[in-house]
């Protein structure tokens, strides 16, 4: 039994109870469109040129669990780099 874990989620509950929960995520995520999401991923071009280069030297790679969220750059937009991998998602 993790007691650490488990004595987090009660107090983190009993903070949602005590002061509420925040808007926050509730608000910006619901803003979030495929425009949103497109420029987020063109900001970040070095971080994806260096995934496809640290994933196509992986040849002992054939699983793939693709936990994205947005608009599926990986899956759809840049699809030929996961063609001969086998993709769960």
Not at 55 to 82: A, M, N
């Amino acid at each position: 039994m993790d007691i650490k874990a488990i004595s987090k989620t009660i107090f983190r509950n009993l903070k949602i109870r005590i002061i509420g929960k925040s808007e926050y995520g509730n608000e910006q995520w619901g803003k979030a469109d495929k425009m949103w999401y497109n420029e987020i991923h063109d900001e970040n071009t070095e971080l994806h040129k260096d995934f496809q280069k640290y994933f196509s030297s992986k040849s002992d790679v054939i699983t793939i669990l693709e936990v994205g969220c947005g608009t599926g750059v990986y899956p759809i937009q840049q699809r030929i780099c996961l063609l001969e991998k086998n993709t769960l998602d």
